[in-house]
């Protein structure tokens, strides 16, 4: 069936370009309802990533005639030529999101506006096709609001949202792909790190493997971007830290500074890295590494941080006294760092921080043969987290999930 008018039918500009061939048509949007529906599976029994909805969103781009009428069809397999550059040079980017459910039933974002001004440079970087990202979220809004009945009533889960763009060009020659595919699909999800079935405590609570032998990303590369092509060599190395019983990777880049050559963490497995230290005057402080074009500016790395600077400024996190005193910084962080950190007792709790996880605590760190532990065992929850850690993630999944009546990184879909 066609899609209904709406008045807030976004106009077709993009970021930063005008009308045109870069343009999507949200006018134009058909809707094909599958004849039958998927049986719901019950929310516990959910693995992230595994289960799909009943409907996906399609768009192509065309070098002549533009981007497409939209499609919002029965989930199925797509048709590309065996030579598209997708499969020969990796232009293929996507994004993470997830829709939750408030308290009025209505289906809800976090700080999509986000995501979609991260696709928009990762679309920019590996040479696709431009397209109105407001045209793009509208799209969104339309697919959660059909498959609506797939989002888990259960706290803490929600709907996952996979938007994804690619290559298609069908030549073996290496350029930029002038054909391209955008598509969205759904799928509903629990937590990232299920219960450990010896010790339910252990949910996400992650050891991590500091390497010093492979590298995630390097300064004028594409860490930055959110990209196929940063995950997969990213395997390898997390399979060889599973041997030695770390479930992620700390991923090290060497840099010579004034004190010799040092290792400088950048990430966790695919999350941002947060360190909690104490301080003198009774205060802690928060450190995660600066983006720097090596690390992926994370939505929830984002929000982490304003939420931090927001406690002693009238919003203080819940299950923290008014009084403690957080710091928010950004700035290099060092192996010698961490090392020196636990020698000196500093180190109170450390996470990473990402959609899928949101925010999942760090145990212990393994470097040069030795661990490095990180978080005090005795004070974390089932989620692994630390005091810090777990009213972070308490209030950024009250915001996410409406419960902050009014708060503008809670988008409603109507």
Request: with cysteine; charged share 20%; aromatic share 8%.
């Amino acid at each position: 069936m066609d899609s209904h008018t709406n008045s807030h039918i976004p106009n077709g500009t993009t970021n930063g370009q005008a009308n045109g061939l870069s343009s999507i048509s949200v006018s134009k949007l058909t809707i094909n309802l599958a004849s039958s529906l998927k049986p719901i599976p019950k929310s516990e029994t959910l693995t992230f990533g595994v289960t799909v909805t009943d409907h996906m969103l399609l768009v192509s781009y065309d070098p002549v005639c533009g981007w497409s009428a939209p499609e919002i069809k029965p989930y199925g397999p797509l048709s590309l030529d065996p030579i598209s550059s997708c499969f020969q040079y990796c232009p293929n980017l996507f994004e993470g999101m997830k829709a939750y459910l408030g308290p009025d039933n209505k289906p809800r974002l976090f700080r999509p506006d986000m995501n979609m001004a991260r696709m928009t440079s990762s679309t920019a970087r590996v040479a696709l096709p431009s397209f109105n990202t407001d045209a793009l979220l509208y799209l969104i809004k339309k697919l959660v609001l059909i498959e609506q009945r797939w989002i888990p009533p259960l706290p803490g889960y929600s709907l996952y949202i996979r938007p994804t763009l690619i290559g298609t060009r069908a030549a073996l020659g290496p350029a930029a792909s002038d054909s391209a595919l955008l598509y969205v699909v759904l799928s509903p999800t629990g937590p990232y790190f299920p219960p450990s079935l010896s010790n339910p405590r252990r949910r996400s609570w992650i050891p991590l493997f500091a390497s010093s032998s492979n590298v995630r990303a390097w300064p004028g590369g594409t860490g930055a971007y959110k990209l196929g092509i940063n995950y997969s060599p990213c395997f390898e190395p997390q399979r060889e830290a599973a041997k030695k019983n770390y479930s992620q990777i700390l991923w090290l880049l060497p840099v010579d500074t004034a004190r010799g050559k040092e290792w400088k963490i950048t990430e966790c497995g695919q999350m941002n890295f947060m360190c909690v230290l104490k301080r003198d005057d009774g205060g802690v402080d928060i450190v995660t590494p600066q983006l720097d074009g090596v690390i992926l500016p994370g939505v929830t790395r984002d929000s982490v941080l304003k939420l931090a600077a927001e406690h002693n400024k009238g919003s203080p996190l819940p299950g923290l006294s008014p009084e403690l005193q957080i710091f928010p910084r950004e700035e290099a962080i060092y192996m010698s760092d961490l090392v020196r950190w636990e020698k000196e007792g500093r180190i109170l709790e450390a996470f990473g921080t990402g959609t899928a996880a949101i925010i999942a605590g760090v145990w212990r760190v393994g470097w040069e043969d030795q661990d490095i532990l990180v978080t005090n065992d005795g004070e974390k929850d089932i989620n692994g987290l630390a005091p810090i850690g777990k009213a972070l993630y308490n209030r950024i999944l009250e915001i996410q999930e409406g419960r902050v009546e009014g708060h503008e990184w809670s988008v409603v879909i109507e």
